[in-house]
């Protein structure tokens, strides 16, 4: 019914009709999250039904034009499933490295159980959720330190620790060393950077 109103209004959807006779996945962007995030958290954050119908049929048009332009991964088996959602947590915790990202938060986004996704991630990426997210800032502050001129604070700042002696804490833990160590032992000549 839905797929017929659609036609209606957009045309032909023959292409499209060809690519789901057959189960497949196929990777969400973001504006698909972002209208399955506004339709799922209720009445309240979208309005009028009207709002919703149409926020719904655009959710519908979106999902059709990846499935028309995309290809289907590789694997529609739990696998495949596993490691597209682990793929999307990776980028959704790298975007945002100074903030500390919930497991609730992320498996919310994500649409699946703290525990699964705490599951998934282990044996995808062989570390937590937590740990990923502690090297992520770590290695942006390590590239930040060599290629920048900015201040240590400055930088713990922008990857998300509360002090520069916090982050070369941390530095000095995982590699052995502080954070000025790390920028007076590299040969790159550090750029300028507009604070």
């Known amino acids: 019914m839905a797929l017929r109103r659609i036609e209606t209004r957009i045309g ?4 499209v009709r060809a690519s789901i006779r057959t189960s497949g996945m196929f990777l969400v962007t973001p504006q698909i999250r972002t209208l399955h995030t506004l339709l799922r958290d209720g009445d309240d954050a979208v309005g009028s039904e009207a709002v919703r119908d149409h926020l719904s049929t655009a959710l519908l048009i979106r999902c059709l034009g990846a499935i028309e332009r995309g290809r289907a991964l590789p694997s529609a088996s739990r696998r495949g499933q596993g490691a597209a959602l682990v793929r999307e947590a990776k980028a959704f915790v790298a975007a945002r ?3 500390d990202v919930p497991l609730d938060l992320l498996a919310d986004r994500l649409g699946v159980s703290r525990r699964h996704l705490t599951r998934l991630f282990q044996a995808e990426v062989g570390q937590s959720v937590g740990a990923f997210q502690r090297a992520q800032r770590l290695d942006a ?7 920048t001129d900015l ?10 620790f509360e002090s520069g002696s916090a982050l070369s804490r941390a530095l000095r833990r995982r590699d052995g060393m502080a954070a000025m160590d790390i920028r007076s032992s590299s040969n790159v000549v ?6």
């Open 12 to 15: 032909s959807l023959e292409r």
């Open 97 to 99: 490295m100074d903030q």
């Open 141 to 147: 502050a390590k590239d930040l330190l060599v290629s």
């Open 151 to 160: 201040a240590v604070d400055e930088i713990a700042f922008r990857v998300g």
């Open 190 to 195: 550090a750029r300028p950077v507009a604070r």
